[in-house]
């Protein structure tokens, strides 16, 4: 519910907002290069990043909502290793495309891993919250860089990191989860159990 109710809702509201208002002043140029306006203390937005990294181990495990040991071990890690992944391959995305580091997006991609993965991380696997956060960390580069180009702009990437990754850890739950953690004992398409469960995400998103 988490990448969905909270976050992908929430960045289809912020896309509402910014295709109301319009770009900032002086972001883009009439030749359709971009000008960046980066924040001006990215040592607090860093702080920041990590405030909501530790928030999050409140977020998760207490959503089981029950003193479930085994639960709360395994939600804490894997919510933790799809953070790291995504930040890991958020930087190696930038430096790539960028052709330098980026640290605005080596933090927008830790906080995609977060998003990403608070609707599965009761029912993957740790090796499959890593690859979750791997995505999720590519994915916010892709996102932000394809948002600039069709001139929609986003100061933080906040749509980037919760719609977009939002709609992705909603999905993730059809693709990667297993039926041994499930409630209904559903597994997704990579754990055998076809696209019946996928689809039921893919509708939540669009519903």
Request: glycine share 14%; net charge neutral; with cysteine.
């Amino acid at each position: 519910a988490g990448s969905t109710q909270v976050h992908s809702i929430g960045g289809w509201a912020a896309l509402a907002g910014v295709l109301v208002l319009g770009p900032r002043i002086g972001k883009y140029n009439k030749d359709g290069s971009v000008n960046p306006i980066p924040g001006h203390n990215l040592s607090l937005a860093l702080i920041g990043c990590f405030v909501l990294w530790l928030g999050w181990f409140g977020f998760n495990p207490g959503s089981t909502m029950a003193a479930d040991v085994e639960a709360i071990s395994r939600i804490c890690v894997t919510t933790n290793t799809a953070a790291a992944a995504a930040m890991l391959s958020a930087t190696l995305a930038a430096t790539w495309l960028l052709g330098k580091p980026d640290l605005g997006m080596t933090i927008n991609g830790c906080l995609a891993g977060l998003v990403a993965i608070t609707a599965p991380c009761a029912f993957v696997s740790v090796e499959s919250s890593i690859i979750i956060g791997l995505v999720a960390g590519v994915v916010v580069v892709l996102s932000v860089i394809a948002y600039d180009k069709v001139k929609i702009d986003d100061p933080v990437g906040a749509i980037s990191v919760h719609l977009v990754n939002g709609i992705w850890g909603t999905l993730s739950i059809g693709l990667f989860a297993e039926s041994r953690w499930t409630p209904a004992q559903a597994s997704g398409l990579f754990f055998g159990g076809g696209t019946q469960q996928l689809v039921t995400q893919l509708l939540g998103v669009v519903r």
